[in-house]
Structure formats: structure tokens, C-alpha cells
């Protein structure tokens, strides 16, 4: 059974595993991608559709991310149960506020940048974001760890 601890939903929750694996799985793939198109020189006209349509897909699924944050955060506040209150104020503002807003800003606000396309096909720019992208996933890994065992 679930536990009933606050935020107990925040770790366990489908979606975000499912989310943040296809995430993954996309960064890997633009990553090599990036990689091989810089090794190979690829010409612009080659690579500059399926990078596109690549990087756009990163860029809604990262939305979608984003916004299942902001709603579970409107619902923590909006349920009025004040441990559940406490448990997302502690994350923004307690002893591990550093990592969560790297964990936002890296994955979730960096990611935007991809919404032009200008930004999704320059391949410096995409390796960056990407590469930004996978320094974001340990940093979520270890706010976890850190979050629950902290206490």
C-alpha cells in the first residue's frame, strides 16, 4: 500500500518515471546524433530536418514535465494539508533548495530555448542543452536520495 507520508507521490509517481525515461532515452539518442554529425561533418542540409523534429519532441516532452511540476505543486498547495505544504516549501527553500533549482533550471527552463527553431538546429547550442540535460539527471537522482533521507 502507499505510504502516507508527505510527497510520498512526488518519487514514485508514473508518470514522472515514464517522463523522465523517454527524456533520457531522447537526450541519449540527440547526444549521439550531435556527436556523430560533428565527428562525420555532416552537411547542414543532412542533418537540419531530423534534428528538428528530434530536439522539438525533446522540447514537449520537457514541457510536459515542466507542467506536471507546477501542477503538483498547485496541488500540494491547494489540498491545504499542511505536512504535504511543508514538504514542497522544504524542497524549494530548506537545507537542498541548491539542487532543487538546479534540477528545474537545467531540465525544465533550459530546455525552452528549443522552442525556436533556430535554437533547435545549431548544433552547439542542442549538444549544450543536452549535455545540460544529463548533468540534470544525476542532480535529480542525488536531490532524491538527499530528500528522503535527509530528514
Known sequence: M???SPGWHTTIHPFYVIATQLLSY?????LITLIGIKL???KKEQYQRPLNIINLM???LSTTLLLAYFVELIVAW?????YE??????????????LYFAVMILSLLLTQLLWRKKNRININLALFIILMYHIQLW???????????IR
Open 2 to 4: 502507499f505510504d502516507v
Open 26 to 30: 531522447l537526450a541519449l539518442l540527440i
Open 40 to 42: 562525420f561533418t555532416i
Open 58 to 60: 525533446f522540447c514537449v
Open 78 to 82: 491547494y489540498a491545504g494539508y499542511f
Open 85 to 98: 505544504q511543508l514538504a514542497f516549501f522544504d524542497r524549494a527553500i530548506g537545507p537542498i533548495w541548491k
Open 139 to 149: 542532480f535529480e537522482r542525488i536531490y532524491i536520495f538527499l530528500s528522503t533521507y
